[in-house]
């Protein structure tokens, strides 16, 4: 009968205890790579800002660009009014660590363009299931702020995000001089916020922002076979350079003519009619008034008006300088 006795080696092995391995260590996943090439943000999906008021109107909210653009619906729009870009684009695209969770993010310049236009910079992200994400808008043309070079925005290793921004925008062959600043963009408390560079532009005295708006042109009843009305168009000097004068140009309908003898002296050309007046003060608002006749079988129509400066500056924002007069017969009185 065989020994059911263990070798010595076995026995040992039986009475060792059992060693307890650890269960590994679970690795944090890794963030997700926001690093997005231009290519694949011109093909994408993407969540665009809402535009700034001051700036063109163009679609926001998430848009399909194909080719790098997105549709754009253009809409007639007062003058007076930011009016509606021509298309919507991806202009450009740089990368870094903007929120320091050790994988890089993206950031894109977009811009609403018609000759000149609106831009701004948005950062993107991809989320876990890799779909592009917005972080938010980093800097806008907004304010004293009217143009990004797109090509200069850098992250630089604090994750500051960093552009030059001027205080006009140039288009074809205008030759205004511009004022350009770099200024620093950083996330705190999860929105963008400048950290570096300028605060405010510098008096550039070749570029003014005044705003010019009018109410309608009431004709009232009647009288001698014409209907008699005053306009009133008021001038708003906002920012940058102020003007001694500035130049009101009229565009009348056929039939409406001026009346009255109070007008400045007035300049034709072809199919206008221009005054000099003084200019409103330094950030203040003048409000001129000028008669007009109209024969009463006449249709209603429009006044268009424009502004310009003497001496000549540049708009800092182009439509701002224009406004339009809706004429009407006053109501019937009861």
């Given at each position: 009968?065989?020994?059911?006795?263990?070798?010595?080696?076995?026995?040992?092995?039986?009475?060792?205890?059992?060693?307890?391995?650890?269960?590994?260590?679970?690795?944090?996943?890794?963030?997700?790579?926001?690093?997005?090439?231009?290519?694949?943000?011109?093909?994408?999906?993407?969540?665009?800002?809402p535009?700034?008021?001051?700036?063109?109107?163009?679609?926001?909210?998430?848009?399909?660009?194909?080719?790098?653009?997105?549709p754009?619906?253009?809409?007639?729009?007062?003058?007076?009014?930011?009016?509606?870009?021509?298309?919507?684009?991806?202009?450009?695209a740089?990368?870094?660590?903007?929120?320091?969770?050790?994988?890089?993010?993206t950031?894109?310049?977009?811009?609403?363009?018609i000759?000149?236009?609106?831009?701004?910079?948005?950062?993107?992200?991809?989320?876990?299931?890799?779909?592009?994400?917005?972080?938010?808008?980093?800097?806008?043309?907004?304010?004293?702020?009217?143009?990004?070079?797109?090509?200069?925005?850098?992250?630089?290793?604090?994750?500051?995000?960093?552009?030059?921004?001027?205080?006009?925008?140039?288009?074809?062959?205008?030759?205004?001089?511009?004022?350009?600043?770099?200024?620093?963009?950083?996330?705190?408390?999860?929105?963008?916020?400048?950290?570096?560079?300028?605060?405010?532009?510098?008096?550039?005295?070749?570029?003014t922002?005044?705003g010019?708006?009018?109410?309608?042109?009431?004709?009232?009843?009647?009288?001698?076979?014409y209907?008699?009305?005053?306009?009133?168009?008021?001038?708003?000097?906002?920012?940058?350079?102020?003007?001694?004068?500035?130049?009101?140009?009229?565009?009348?309908?056929?039939?409406?003519?001026?009346?009255?003898?109070?007008?400045?002296?007035?300049?034709?050309?072809?199919?206008?009619?221009?005054?000099?007046?003084?200019?409103?003060?330094?950030?203040?608002?003048?409000?001129?008034?000028?008669?007009?006749?109209?024969?009463?079988?006449?249709?209603?129509?429009?006044?268009?008006?424009?502004?310009?400066?003497?001496?000549?500056?540049?708009?800092?924002?182009?439509?701002?300088?224009?406004?339009?007069?809706?004429?009407?017969?006053?109501p019937?009185?009861?």
């Amino acid at each position: 009968m065989k020994s059911s006795m263990l070798s010595p080696a076995v026995a040992l092995m039986a009475c060792l205890p059992f060693a307890v391995v650890p269960p590994a260590a679970h690795a944090a996943p890794p963030p997700p790579g926001g690093r997005i090439s231009l290519a694949t943000l011109r093909e994408a999906t993407l969540d665009v800002p809402p535009w700034p008021t001051d700036g063109l109107r163009c679609p926001s909210g998430r848009l399909r660009f194909r080719g790098g653009e997105a549709p754009v619906t253009p809409k007639p729009v007062p003058d007076g009014r930011p009016p509606y870009g021509e298309f919507l684009t991806v202009l450009s695209a740089a990368h870094g660590d903007i929120d320091h969770d050790g994988a890089d993010e993206t950031v894109a310049v977009l811009g609403c363009l018609i000759e000149g236009g609106s831009k701004q910079i948005v950062a993107y992200d991809r989320d876990a299931s890799g779909a592009i994400v917005s972080r938010g808008r980093v800097a806008a043309t907004t304010g004293e702020v009217r143009d990004i070079r797109d090509t200069s925005v850098r992250v630089d290793g604090s994750g500051r995000v960093t552009a030059r921004v001027a205080d006009y925008q140039r288009c074809c062959a205008d030759r205004t001089p511009q004022t350009w600043q770099t200024r620093g963009y950083a996330l705190r408390g999860g929105r963008f916020t400048q950290v570096s560079g300028p605060a405010r532009m510098p008096l550039n005295r070749r570029v003014t922002a005044i705003g010019l708006t009018t109410g309608d042109l009431v004709l009232g009843p009647a009288t001698g076979g014409y209907r008699y009305g005053t306009l009133a168009v008021t001038a708003t000097h906002r920012r940058g350079a102020h003007p001694g004068q500035i130049v009101l140009t009229f565009t009348a309908p056929d039939g409406l003519r001026r009346a009255g003898a109070a007008w400045p002296r007035v300049t034709t050309g072809p199919g206008t009619f221009s005054v000099r007046v003084t200019a409103p003060a330094a950030g203040r608002s003048a409000t001129y008034r000028f008669a007009f006749r109209q024969a009463a079988a006449a249709p209603a129509g429009e006044l268009a008006l424009e502004l310009a400066t003497v001496p000549a500056m540049s708009q800092a924002i182009p439509w701002d300088g224009y406004a339009t007069a809706r004429i009407r017969p006053a109501p019937a009185s009861r």
